[in-house]
């Protein structure tokens, strides 16, 4: 079965710093896809960024890239520049066959 | 614009009784999935369907139901709800073959005492 760990419950940061989230994945697949979903307060699930299993290239977006280590199947977000707004829980996600299996999330404050 | 609605968004009710939950998306997704969300748990798949008529369960089913009459709709029943069942629950929907990003609606808040 795929497993999703998210080592760090809680994670902080001073606004306009660097902060890495960490996500480890199991899997036997060699094609898939993994995600990183923010959930603010409002509760609503919001889509950060996606990585094509098969693409070696990191994915970005605007503040917002990963480390995509498909051998250790690691797959961390970074956040550059950290704003106000990005407070909030980090989910990380494996997909295969269009179904999702989420990490337990990550808490993420950001300091003024 | 297209866009995924849940109703009701929040709801309290006693043990035993049946409850459905709705979703509807305007994306004409295939595709279309709930989940719940617990405190140190996640999100965590209940059941999902890749069209009309198909149905399957996810890794925590046990207690709910689901049916797929048309693209838009996938209600989530439980039979005669349990304390167990008290948490958040979000459905969601994709577009087979295009990435498999989720999208996600806002969520109903369902209490069981």
């Known amino acids: 079965a795929q497993t999703v760990t998210q080592s760090q419950p809680e994670m902080s940061v001073q606004e306009a710093e660097t902060v890495t989230l960490s996500c480890t994945y199991d899997?036997?697949?060699?094609?898939?896809?993994l995600f990183w979903y923010k959930q603010p307060p409002s509760r609503q699930m919001i889509l950060v960024i996606r990585?094509?299993?098969?693409?070696?290239q990191n994915a970005t977006e605007n503040r917002f890239s990963v480390n995509f280590q498909k051998a250790a199947k690691s797959f961390s977000l970074k956040i550059s520049d950290s704003q106000l707004g990005d407070a909030a829980m980090y989910f990380c996600?494996?997909?295969?066959?269009?179904?999702?299996?989420f990490g337990k999330g990550t808490k993420l404050t950001v300091n003024p | 614009d297209a866009e995924i609605t849940q109703s009701p968004r929040h709801k309290i009710t006693e043990t035993g009784r049946q409850v459905t939950l709705a979703c509807h998306q305007t994306?004409?997704?295939?595709?279309m999935f709930w989940y719940r969300q617990d405190l140190g748990h996640g999100l965590r798949l209940i059941h999902y369907?890749?069209?009309?008529?198909?149905?399957n369960k996810g890794e925590v089913s046990d207690g709910y139901s689901v049916s797929r009459s048309n693209t838009e709709d996938l209600p989530l029943t439980l039979e005669s709800a349990a304390s167990s069942q008290t948490s958040v629950y979000f459905c969601?929907?994709?577009?087979?073959?295009?990435?498999?990003?989720?999208?996600f609606g806002p969520g109903t808040r369902l209490t069981v005492t």
């Open positions: 899997t036997s697949e060699s094609d898939y896809y």
């Open positions: 990585q094509e299993a098969y693409k070696q």
């Open positions: 996600a494996y997909s295969l066959s269009e179904k999702l299996v």
């Open positions: 369907s890749y069209g009309v008529q198909d149905t």
């Open positions: 994306w004409n997704h295939n595709n």
């Open positions: 969601a929907s994709s577009d087979p073959g295009k990435g498999e990003e989720q999208y």
